[in-house]
């Protein structure tokens, strides 16, 4: 938990963002004049954070709808109790969560994990977007989109469909649990139940699906009959997500439109005042980018567990042409008016986490046996997870990229784009006696450096223009050798945003235009957005490096994609 508030003037507007990450909810309390951040309140979901209902061996990772309503009130609570009548100057909410992240519910909107008898199944939950279950039902759909004589449904969603996107795990929820199957009247995203919880549109004829959520995960495209795939189609992979698709509805909407105002009831729940506007959801990234001053020509890199590339260009006007390999490419998904594109890395700090894990082992298997007082194990223990990421990052910066002699697969969660494959695996070569944690970690920053350069190269090749690049997120903000790294990698300098909750920004911007302070999201950007921090310009030096590097990451890549 952790909360920051400033001075705060009397007859200030605020706006509300709500952000929930994989780890985390946070609630941003953001001064609608200025931007400026008025207070902030972070939670861990508690029983996310003891790993229930989740395996991580089987790629398995489900959250509990009571962790998001919990956190919910906590955070809310917070923000506001540092003034004087402050809940009663917040203007509007928008809501930011992860995604794909589905979850059946009952026919009136209630997520199934809600109800005595599912509890604790773990189908009856929320379906976190790096949960990979999903992966034999994601090939099928990509399979049978590309033969069944029909279009092909996954031509704006990149070509190929992804475990971690709706379909593939509503197919994968239903085939494995009949009891599930049976009480499921629909599947809602976590975006979109959010604001149908505050609004209380849970009747699922009633929710405001997320043009976001539904049209870069659920294949909806304004050019198909009823926007989503047709019911012949779903019917050849499971009669059952025929009847699911009727349930959708068959319109989207963008998030700077009112979901519907703050009932009564949750108003008092979180002391704020009822019927103030409640935007449409989206997802995580996608409001980021907002936050982060994305506009035409200027792709945001969302740094995080993983990283989400965002971008926008102008709506095609002589027909919308398919980007192959990315993560869809939806009109108004990032910023109403403008066709938004997706890409990014399934894991990215994940894969530096990952590697701490590792070096970790000894102090959680072979420390607690050791002969010392409890509280020195515990300082130690401590003090070497705080610290161990930021001295490998140290000695790493000193090594010339020339000297680690490996090169490695950012692909250790699968790989997102270019070309999703989630089968994929990490891989690293070059291997020596005289190999060490330092060089080993610096190959990992390098990979996933090559990796967001091979989405950077894509969106190129298939005509999306990039002339700028911005760094948002924990990654972007704490690690100067990973920016660095990618500033040379990508030979483009590397814009990072002053501001440690620009995802909730982003979300407070919404809110903004939701309750009608701004006319746009232009407008609200131009007013709201924060300053750059730190700009990393490319060492030309190694720049000839990296791109003779980068060859060999490419090579490795090719020869790990005959292994799957």
């Not at 949750?266 to 001053?293: C, E, F, Q, S, T």
């Not at 996933?448 to 997120?473: H, W």
């Not at 501001?499 to 950007?525: C, E, K, R, S, W």
């Amino acid at each position: 938990m952790s909360s920051e508030r400033g001075a705060r003037l009397p007859g200030k507007d605020y706006v509300l963002g709500l952000d929930y990450g994989s780890d985390s909810a946070r609630a941003v309390l953001i001064d609608a004049a200025t931007g400026e951040t008025a207070g902030v309140s972070v939670r861990n979901y508690p029983r996310w954070a003891r790993g229930l209902f989740c395996d991580p061996a089987s790629n398995r990772f489900r959250q509990h709808p009571r962790d998001y309503i919990d956190t919910l009130e906590e955070t809310v609570r917070e923000v506001l109790a540092g003034g004087e009548d402050l809940a009663g100057k917040v203007r509007g909410i928008a809501i930011d969560t992860t995604g794909s992240t589905p979850c059946a519910v009952d026919g009136e909107g209630t997520p199934l994990a809600l109800k005595e008898e599912f509890a604790e199944n773990p189908n009856a939950m929320f379906v976190l977007w790096k949960d990979h279950t999903a992966v034999a039902e994601a090939e099928r759909i990509t399979r049978t989109a590309k033969t069944w004589g029909g279009t092909d449904y996954t031509r704006y969603e990149g070509g190929v469909y992804s475990a971690e996107w709706f379909w593939a795990k509503v197919l994968r929820v239903i085939t494995e649990d009949p009891a599930v199957a049976a009480a499921a009247y629909t599947f809602v995203e976590h975006c979109d139940w959010m604001t149908a919880l505050l609004t209380g549109l849970t009747d699922p004829p009633r929710i405001r699906r997320s043009r976001c959520a539904m049209g870069h995960k659920a294949m909806y495209h304004r050019s198909f009959e009823g926007g989503y795939p047709s019911g012949d189609f779903l019917r050849l992979l499971d009669p059952r997500l025929a009847q699911i698709r009727e349930t959708l509805g068959t319109e989207t909407h963008t998030s700077d439109t009112p979901a519907g105002p703050l009932t009564g009831a949750w108003a008092r729940r979180l002391g704020l005042p009822p019927g103030i506007p409640v935007a449409v959801g989206a997802y995580d990234a996608h409001m980021g980018a907002v936050g982060g001053g994305v506009r035409a020509g200027v792709l945001v890199q969302v740094m995080g567990t993983s990283t989400c590339a965002m971008i926008v260009g102008p709506i095609p006007e002589d027909g919308e042409v398919p980007v192959r390999g990315i993560c869809g490419q939806v009109e108004g998904s990032i910023v109403p008016g403008m066709m938004g594109y997706e890409a990014g890395q399934s894991a990215f700090g994940d894969v530096y986490a990952w590697f701490k894990n590792i070096l970790m082992w000894p102090l959680e298997h072979v420390l607690p046996a050791l002969d010392l007082e409890e509280d020195v194990k515990g300082r130690v223990a401590g003090e070497l997870s705080k610290k161990l990421i930021p001295a490998l990052e140290r000695a790493a910066e000193r090594l010339d990229p020339r000297q680690t002699g490996l090169t490695a697969l950012d692909w250790l969660n699968g790989r997102r784009t270019p070309d999703a494959n989630q089968l994929l695996k990490g891989a690293v070569t070059g291997l020596s006696l005289g190999t060490d944690a330092v060089r080993f970690y610096r190959a990992l920053v390098e990979a996933t450096a090559f990796g967001a350069r091979a989405i950077v190269e894509r969106f190129r090749e298939q005509g999306v223009a990039i002339n700028e690049l911005v760094g948002i997120g924990g990654v972007a903000r704490k690690s100067s050798l990973v920016m660095q790294t990618l500033a040379d990698v990508l030979n483009m300098p590397i814009k990072v945003s002053a501001n440690d909750q620009t995802v909730a920004l982003g979300a407070a911007m919404f809110a903004a235009v939701a309750a009608g302070l701004y006319p746009d999201i232009p407008a609200a950007q131009a007013a709201l957005c924060p300053a750059t921090e730190r700009t990393y310009v490319p060492d030309t030096k190694r720049v000839p490096v990296y791109d003779s590097l980068y060859k060999l990451y490419q090579n490795l890549g090719n020869f790990a994609e005959t292994l799957v």
